[in-house]
T-cell receptor, first 113, second 110 residues
Framework: GAVVSQHPSWVICKSGTSVKIECRSLDFQATTMFWYRQFPKQSLMLMATSNEGSKATYEQGVEKDKFLINHASLTLSTLTVTSAHPEDSSFYIC?????????FGEGSWLTVV | GQNIDQPTEMTATEGAIVQINCTYQTSGFNGLFWYQQHAGEAPTFLSYNVLDGLEEKGRFSSFLSRSKGYSYLLLKELQMKDSASYLCVNWMDSSYKLIFGSGTRLLVRP
């Protein structure tokens, strides 16, 4: 079964609104969580890395005020897309690690209309 | 550098064996993952190699040679459901980052 759960799997929101995606590690405490986005037929693009209890580290070109990441506990990280626009429509995936393997959530499809 | 090279596409026949190679030129390397990703889905974990040698897990095996910067994923007894992209991914412990290869799209034909 899944060791990293992501919710929601699908979300449609209106342009200008905000949407929150949750990522939970189910069987372990994740000291580090990662957020990615992936466009069709392209590789995963790392957006940010978050360690529990500290601010996320964003990759170059990723707006931290637009993509808010919170890693408040060892089992939960959230990504909030603020003031979403159609170009933010994408597949968002989280992954989590304690030690050893890194597991991915099931992904969340965001469509902004 | 942080280049990871793997073939873009491969085709194989159901029941056969296929080997997907991956070479990397990363400094600070600290482990290599293989993931399977079906279209429209998130990657699923296949293997994790830290030390040199072969790791076998059912129909899937992964090999690592750190001195050569080389890994391969071996898939045996191919099934149609194995048609997917296979991602070679390096774990950079120094920067807490995963470095992704572009993925190999494997097509399994009857």
């Amino acid at each position: 079964g899944a060791v990293v759960s992501q919710h929601p799997s699908w979300v449609i929101c209106k342009s200008g609104t905000s949407v929150k995606i949750e990522c939970r590690s189910l069987d372990f405490q994740a000291t580090t969580m990662f957020w990615y986005r992936q466009f069709p037929k392209q590789s995963l693009m790392l957006m940010a890395t978050s360690n529990e209890g500290s601010k996320a580290t964003y990759e170059q070109g990723v707006e931290k005020d637009k993509f808010l990441i919170n890693h408040a506990s060892l089992t939960l990280s959230t990504l909030t897309v603020t003031s979403a626009h159609p170009e933010d429509s994408s597949f968002y995936i989280c992954s989590a690690r304690s030690s050893g393997p890194i597991y991915f959530g099931e992904g969340s499809w965001l469509t902004v209309v | 550098g942080q280049n990871i090279d793997q073939p873009t596409e491969m085709t194989a026949t159901e029941g056969a064996i296929v080997q997907i190679n991956c070479t990397y030129q990363t400094s600070g390397f600290n482990g290599l993952f293989w993931y399977q990703q079906h279209a429209g889905e998130a990657p699923t974990f296949l293997s994790y190699n830290v030390l040199d040698g072969l790791e076998e897990k059912g129909r899937f095996s992964s090999f690592l040679s750190r001195s050569k910067g080389y890994s391969y994923l071996l898939l045996k007894e191919l099934q149609m459901k194995d048609s997917a992209s296979y991602l070679c991914v390096n774990w950079m412990d120094s920067s807490y980052k995963l470095i992704f290869g572009s993925g190999t799209r494997l097509l399994v034909r009857p």
